[in-house]
């Protein structure tokens, strides 16, 4: 008799063990908060322009892309000695780009580099005023702003480190890198490559990823890339 009221009384502790754990799961359930914040952000953009550096209206040019241009560049110019062929780089962003520091890179494959004299004979340019070759950067053919190859970091007002372009109303524009490249009077044919060509490449570094410095460093790792 006593076992029999002994199961019941289990049974009994049992079922209010139960009916508390059931309360206590209800009431950690009850007490209790949530929360969520979320931000969403935007995505800078580097667009491009929509007419050229001289305003030409882009429903007449249908081949208008891209941020480089070449607007005197006729294809095929032939090299003369000492004579000037028009080639006037210029980098561009559209309306509504971040602000950006601007690089261009000139790879100059025109002259065999086991020519005598071989720098003597290469092709050269001068850089227009916004312009400023990156330190250690640049070749000359031996005379002090006879360039033929290298980095140049656009400084819109002459400043000896990068500078922002920055777009306002539409289109902007650094202007150009050069005019002419001149070819020297001691080139001859058989000092040129089979295939002779000067590569022109920009690089567009959004101004808000570590301002100057940061920017000069990545042009620098880009422009090595370009020479090979």
Request: hydrophobic share 35%.
């Amino acid at each position: 008799m006593e076992k029999t009221n002994n199961k019941k009384r289990y049974g009994v502790i049992a079922v209010v063990l139960v009916a508390l754990l059931a309360a206590g799961v209800g009431t950690w359930a009850w007490l209790q908060a949530t929360d969520q914040v979320k931000n969403e952000f935007t995505v800078g953009k580097i667009t491009e322009p929509d007419k050229k550096p001289d305003g030409t209206d882009p429903g007449n040019e249908p081949h208008l892309k891209g941020y480089l241009f070449e607007t005197e560049w006729q294809p095929d110019s032939k090299m003369v000695p000492d004579t000037d062929i028009k080639k006037n780089p210029n980098v561009g962003i559209g309306a509504g780009s971040d602000s950006s520091y601007v690089f261009i890179y000139v790879k100059n494959a025109i002259v065999k580099t086991d020519t005598t004299d071989a720098l003597a004979k290469t092709p050269y340019f001068t850089i227009n005023t916004g312009w400023k070759p990156v330190d250690g950067q640049v070749t000359t053919n031996g005379t002090p702003g006879q360039y033929v190859s290298g980095l140049f970091m656009y400084t819109a007002g002459g400043t000896g480190a990068p500078t922002v372009l920055a777009p306002t109303d539409g289109n902007a524009y650094t202007g150009e890198l050069f005019d002419t490249v001149h070819i020297p009077a001691a080139m001859n044919s058989t000092d040129v490559v089979e295939k002779p060509a000067m590569t022109v490449s920009c690089y567009i570094f959004g101004a808000d990823q570590g301002g100057a410095d940061n920017a000069l460093t990545q042009a620098k790792a880009w422009a090595e890339k370009q020479a090979q």
